[in-house]
């Protein structure tokens, strides 16, 4: 997967020379480990910057919103779910894009990485395809690559792109009999007060500093309803309620739309595991629409339709 | 909606969905009636409320 650097490089060098694209978005390497950062390169001189590693978790049709110009962007399996997402809701058109496809084999979770090194400083972090070496002042240490990854990535039946013009390489093949609810089913089966207890305490330690909407593809409105304050829907302060609230309402803006990249979680500064609440909607939309967002440029969103068969068995 | 809220510990039997024409008068006392009777079984609810703020 790591060599896909190259082959990238030479694609946004080739795109931008061409003229075929006026900007191409990719990762380039972070200040700190693990942390490699969205990247818009505009000139064919700067594609060295771009890399590609298992550190790429963060989503880039966040950068797509509104764009005008012709854009050459890399796209995983979730990212180029994003981009139909974004392209069924009207942010972005097909023609605009050249998309460079990515068979993914899943991303890192830096945390998990860190707990493994007992939370020692890391200053380098080298891969291949299955271990990761990774390097301190006093210590390196090498640990297999699958046991980290990403709680998202793990069950993960996208690696490949949807959309895509190129492939940087082969596809490759898909996870058969993932059960990707198993988690969600497990806090069903618990009683009222037990749900409230594990989701109280999982945001316990929330800042509300929204960086997991911000990392959110799907959260694109010019004012999010945590920020608007006439009228105020959500209070600001971090009070648990309030805290819930927005937890809940976040959640519920990505009914239908979440693809599960585990951005928002990636992000959070403090570990929150927030995808239990959209992984409930994703499994509900799944289970009474048959849908899975972003696969289909023709198909309309479940919440955007009206059928006469739709499930309505909570109505009264 | 419903299924995250219950998901997250709102007791099912708490939150109720119910489509009533103007003209359906009946249907709306029956509607009325039923979900304050289920609620009132339930008793008080415990959870998502907010107090006074616990943060100065």
Sequence with gaps: MIDY???IRETARRLLEKGEVEVFIGYRKGSVPMMNEPALIRSPEEANQLHWDSNCGLNLCNYLTKRTEKIGIIANGCNSRNMVTHIVENQIRREQLYVVGIPCKGMIDHRAVRRAVNHREILDIREDDETLTVRGTDFDESLGKRDFLQSNCRICAHHNPVIYDEMVAEPIEENGGVEPYKDVEKIEQMTPQRKWGFFTRMISHCI??????????LCYCPTCFTDESRPQWVGKSSDPTDTMTFHIL????????????????????????????TKKLNKDVQEFFSWEAGLDLQQRPPLDVYRPDDYNDFIK | MKGLLEHI???????????????EATKFVEVAQSIAAEVKALGPAKYLIKKRAEVA
């Design chain 2, 9 to 23: 510990g709102i007791e099912s039997g708490r939150l109720h969905f119910s489509w009533v024409s103007s003209a």
């Design chain 1, 208 to 217: 509300r500093c929204y960086a997991c909407r911000n990392a959110c593809p």
């Design chain 1, 5 to 7: 650097t190259e082959k």
């Design chain 1, 250 to 277: 976040r959640a519920y803006h990505c009914a239908g739309r979440c693809t599960d990249c585990g951005a928002c979680e990636r992000v959070c500064p403090v570990g929150i595991s927030m995808r239990q609440f």
